[in-house]
């Protein structure tokens, strides 16, 4: 069974920009969370999506979005980058009936 | 709230046992995970207890769990090289939200 993928798995942008990363996830996981990883803050939650609805969100300015579609992929858009963007950005799947997720290799974003 | 909080450096030598602690603030989680991240690659699960439980073991993996400070422990065995990553310990929460530790990067000497 395929693992979770995410695309792209780099990105530069520059300040003011905006950007969409696509994850799709186990083939049969309904769930998908997202975290931020960057080395000061370690792993942030940002929002969990299940059935095409948002079903809890994390600490995160609302220039942060996303949205799943009825195949359980799902995307994460950051508009108006700040440099401070910049980090990994993992992807999970989970059946949704348990916390048990299964990550991405994240895409690292590259704000300057 | 919502913390986790774990040591961020361990070393240890190859074929000593490594002991990598974790507290929580949040009561009300219903498992409490490992994972491990290697560079340049995502999370893995490495191991998980249910928070009712004490303990559970993995082969080389103890986890050991006293709810009542609310702290969290893996126990490697043996430790090898290839064991050196980085490990995250996570909180399950209801409502499908998982809080992460900042991790604690284990070096091992040959």
């Known amino acids: 069974k395929a693992g979770v993928t995410q695309t792209p798995r780099y990105l530069i942008k520059t300040r003011g920009q905006q950007v969409t990363l696509s994850c799709s996830p186990i083939?049969?996981?309904?769930?998908v969370s997202w975290y931020q990883q960057t080395p000061g803050q370690g792993l942030q939650f940002l929002f969990e999506?299940?059935?095409?609805?948002?079903?809890n969100k994390g600490n995160f300015p609302g220039r942060f979005s996303g949205r799943q579609f009825s195949n359980s992929r799902s995307e994460m858009n950051v508009s108006t980058l700040e440099l401070g963007d910049s980090a990994l950005y993992l992807c999970?799947?989970?059946?949704?009936?348990?916390?048990?997720?299964?990550f991405g290799p994240g895409t690292r974003l590259t704000v300057l | 709230g919502e913390d986790v909080e774990q040591s961020l450096f361990l070393s240890v030598r190859e074929g000593d046992s490594s002991v990598i602690n974790c507290t929580y603030t949040?009561?009300?989680?219903?498992?409490l995970y490992w994972y491990k991240q290697e560079p340049g690659a995502g999370l893995q699960l490495l191991t998980y207890?249910?928070?009712?439980?004490d303990m559970k073991q993995d082969q080389r993996l103890t986890v050991l769990l006293n709810k009542k400070d609310k702290h969290l422990s893996l126990r490697i065995a043996d430790t090898q090289t290839g064991d050196s990553a980085i490990y995250f310990c996570?909180?399950?929460?209801?409502?499908?939200?998982?809080?992460f530790g900042a991790g604690t990067r284990l070096f091992v000497k040959a």
């Open positions: 999970a799947s989970s059946l949704g009936d348990s916390n048990e997720q299964f």
């Open positions: 083939s049969g996981h309904r769930s």
């Open positions: 999506y299940f059935s095409e609805t948002q079903r």
């Open positions: 949040d009561s009300s989680s219903t498992y």
């Open positions: 207890i249910f928070s009712n439980m």
């Open positions: 996570a909180e399950g929460l209801g409502g499908f939200k998982t809080i």
